[in-house]
């Protein structure tokens, strides 16, 4: 079958993956674009999660600054090597991310894990609270209740967003396509979101 190189490019663009890949991974579904997709994201994600651990201590400190200069993100995204941190694609993911932040009202914290318990209790507390669980089984309203709070602290987090640059993917499967594509670990560090008038609070480890 005939791949043309617009078709790669395209689905380059979209995955974030190398020429190379893009070009195999049309290939092997016959030039079908959403398998293409689907076949480097199972590919991508595989690869990027044997480099999770890996520790990232160099990377960039980028801005973002919303049409209206009313709000503004600093993010510090980290890699492995400076080599990485100079390429095109890594400074791109990384404005890409404070975007992200910017256009995300709900999102204060990197994951869930950074979320302090206090507002994870509080969440509880409140779902807990509601009138269709009250006459439930308690083994079926328990299993409710944590469905709804994870769903509930999903929005507070970075990672677990709709990314901007493909709906299809979240934030962290975004840039686990990039830690495949650039072979490095990458980690979100911290992010400040500036909303004017507001008093504002680093977000991170």
Do not use: W
């Not at 078709?7 to 993956?17: D, H, S, V, W």
């Not at 999660?49 to 520790?55: A, G, I, L, P, Y």
């Amino acid at each position: 079958m005939n791949i043309t190189s617009e078709q790669i490019k395209e689905l380059r663009e979209k995955t974030g993956a190398g020429m190379l890949n893009c070009k195999n991974a049309l290939i092997e579904n016959n030039g079908d674009f959403t398998k293409a997709i689907e076949f480097l994201r199972q590919k991508g994600l595989a690869s990027a999660e044997k480099k999770v651990t890996r520790q990232t201590k160099q990377g960039v400190i980028t801005s973002y600054i919303h049409t209206g200069s009313k709000i503004g993100v600093l993010i510090e995204v980290n890699c492995e090597t400076d080599f990485v941190a100079r390429r095109t694609e890594f400074t791109s993911l990384a404005r890409t991310l404070a975007m992200q932040i910017a256009s995300s009202n709900s999102v204060n914290y990197i994951s869930v894990k950074d979320i302090p318990q206090t507002i994870v209790e509080s969440e509880r507390r409140i779902e807990s609270e509601r009138e269709d669980l009250k006459d439930k089984p308690e083994k079926i309203r328990e299993s409710i209740l944590n469905g709804r709070v994870e769903k509930n602290l999903k929005t507070y987090t970075l990672l677990n967003q709709a990314c901007i640059r493909d709906p299809n993917l979240t934030v962290e499967e975004y840039i686990k396509n990039h830690i495949s594509l650039l072979g490095e670990n990458i980690q979100v560090g911290k992010f400040v979101k500036f909303i004017l008038g507001e008093e504002n609070e680093e977000k991170g480890e």
